[in-house]
């Protein structure tokens, strides 16, 4: 066997749903190595850093073979950030790899041999299309101020990278990104340490309204009072008049996450506005909303028009969030009743219908699974179901339950593939079949891909 330090060849032959490139040695050798980087084509020296009786892991020291598919990046943080894995892929080629990834976990996962995938539909913005950005602080020795604000080191959790210029969100949120890390180097305001739970600043979260222009910035702290906040406003929404809001989030867990569990409205109404698909929606700093606004709209529009709405329709919104699918949906139906575990959102939901002068809407604060169970009697049954569930999927007994109310129509909305398939099964267990879905992508550069599913009474 070869040293393990020693850089091996290897060609890549497919690519990986985490952004990892799967690869095959030169030598002969059957098993397979996930690799770090490289395209499908590519010959390429790589070094393995993990061996496993199934699969290797390792790094591509040298790319010996260029793929016709590899671009040039335009990110100058490409090459060690752990956001955009496939800024080197042409985005012809990435819709493609993204829908093989869905026919290909329909039929080795699902069985699913003969469902019709349509095309993907495509994003029109592949650059700064992204509504909201969380910039981590870290205390990072090494860097010029002593801490860093931007993102991840591409495989590091407990390493992060001061942003100069990110191509997700806008050029305006580069330049509040820039102007925020001077503000915390000059007045000398501590970087949260992730490694050892110290320090005070954790998180900026920009959030923006593609649609209305409106700008929010929430910075994210441990519990301690912000200081000089008066000056900070002052300077800050001065040098930006395009920010309509600050709030400030405070949370002492040692889990690191830009949420948090009391918050202060710094400057102007503590929210802003987005609109979609002619509605208003309230977005909080906390709220869920998809970050995509412009192609959100596609996503919406392709669901609702599956759905193939009829004027006297009952229709369930499974895992309804703030409402915005069930809000979009309103005018074509009888009524909307929404499901949600979040008490957050439901309360934004009944916020969002008001502001909409929606009419037809129930919404129901609870896990789907038990009530669908609990209040099977109240809610008596349903025309069209709309899902749209966290990464996670359905609970089994949430499908068993939304497939007893008799609806002619399930139209399921999902970011992961995986825990698609594993649900489309459950709903073919329980009487329904998978008729066709439309990937989305929502999410250019990256590996995530979402979907658009119809099912029918078997």
């Known amino acids: 066997m070869a040293n393990s330090r020693e850089a091996l060849e290897f060609e890549i032959v497919d690519l990986g749903h985490d952004g990892k490139s799967i690869a095959r040695p030169k030598d002969g050798s059957s098993k397979v190595a996930f690799l770090d980087r490289g395209l499908p084509g590519e010959i390429v020296l790589a070094k393995i850093y993990k061996r496993s009786r199934r699969y290797d892991r390792g790094r591509v020291t040298e790319i010996l073979e260029s793929s016709p598919e590899r671009v040039d990046s335009e990110c100058s943080h490409f090459s060690i950030c752990g956001g955009c894995s496939w800024q080197d892929l042409g985005y012809e080629s990435q819709v493609k790899y993204k829908r093989k990834r869905i026919i290909d976990s329909l039929e080795r996962l699902g069985g699913f041999e003969d469902t019709t995938v349509n095309e993907v539909i495509t994003a029109a913005r592949t650059k700064f299309y992204r509504n909201k950005m969380e910039f981590s602080f870290n205390v990072e020795p090494d860097s010029e101020n002593g801490f860093a604000l931007g993102l991840h080191y591409r495989g590091e959790f407990s390493k992060v990278f001061d942003v100069h210029e990110c191509l997700l969100e806008s050029?305006?949120?580069?330049?509040?990104?820039?102007?925020?890390?001077?503000?915390?180097?000059?007045?000398?305001?501590?970087?949260?340490?992730?490694?050892?739970?110290?320090?005070?600043?954790r998180f900026v979260m920009i959030r923006e309204g593609k649609h209305t222009g409106e700008t929010m910035v929430n910075i994210v702290t441990t519990t301690e009072e912000f200081p000089q906040k008066e000056k900070f406003i002052a300077k800050f929404t001065k040098a930006f008049p395009e920010v309509t809001t600050v709030t400030h989030n405070r949370n002492d867990?040692?889990?690191?996450?830009?949420?948090?569990?009391?918050?202060?409205?710094?400057?102007?109404?503590?929210?802003?506005?987005?609109?979609?698909?002619?509605?208003?929606?309230?977005?909080?700093?906390?709220?869920?909303?998809?970050?995509?606004?412009?192609?959100?709209?596609?996503?919406?529009?392709?669901?609702?028009?599956?759905?193939?709405?009829?004027?006297?329709?009952?229709?369930?919104?499974?895992?309804?969030?703030?409402?915005?699918?069930?809000?979009?949906?309103?005018?074509?139906?009888?009524?909307?009743?929404?499901?949600?575990?979040?008490?957050?959102?439901?309360?934004?939901?009944?916020?969002?219908?008001q502001l909409n002068n929606i009419a037809n809407t129930t919404f129901y604060h609870g896990g789907v699974r038990e009530?669908?169970?609990?209040?099977?009697?109240?809610?008596?049954?349903?025309?069209?179901?709309?899902?749209?569930?966290?990464?996670?999927?359905?609970?089994?007994?949430?499908?068993?339950?939304?497939?007893?109310?008799?609806?002619?129509?399930?139209?399921?909305?999902?970011?992961?593939?995986?825990?698609?398939?594993?649900?489309?099964?459950?709903?073919?267990?329980?009487?329904?079949?998978?008729?066709?879905?439309?990937?989305?992508?929502?999410?250019?550069?990256?590996?995530?891909?979402?979907?658009?599913?119809?099912?029918?009474?078997?």
């Open 171 to 201: 050029e305006s949120s580069n330049r509040i990104l820039s102007w925020f890390r001077n503000y915390v180097s000059e007045n000398d305001i501590p970087a949260y340490d992730v490694r050892n739970h110290n320090g005070y600043l």
């Open 253 to 353: 867990r040692l889990s690191n996450i830009a949420y948090g569990d009391s918050e202060e409205i710094l400057f102007g109404a503590g929210f802003i506005n987005e609109v979609i698909l002619g509605h208003t929606f309230r977005v909080y700093a906390n709220s869920f909303m998809q970050t995509n606004s412009y192609q959100v709209e596609a996503l919406y529009q392709l669901a609702l028009e599956s759905a193939e709405f009829r004027p006297d329709d009952r229709v369930f919104d499974l895992y309804c969030g703030a409402g915005t699918i069930g809000i979009c949906a309103a005018d074509q139906v009888k009524e909307i009743v929404g499901i949600e575990l979040e008490e957050s959102a439901i309360t934004a939901a009944k916020e969002n219908v």
């Open 371 to 458: 009530t669908l169970r609990e209040k099977k009697q109240e809610l008596k049954n349903a025309d069209v179901i709309l899902v749209d569930p966290p990464r996670a999927g359905m609970h089994p007994r949430a499908v068993y339950h939304a497939s007893t109310f008799g609806a002619r129509r399930i139209v399921y909305i999902s970011c992961s593939p995986g825990a698609f398939v594993r649900d489309a099964t459950l709903f073919r267990d329980n009487g329904y079949q998978l008729k066709e879905l439309t990937p989305v992508d929502m999410f250019p550069h990256t590996t995530h891909i979402e979907l658009v599913a119809i099912f029918d009474p078997a």
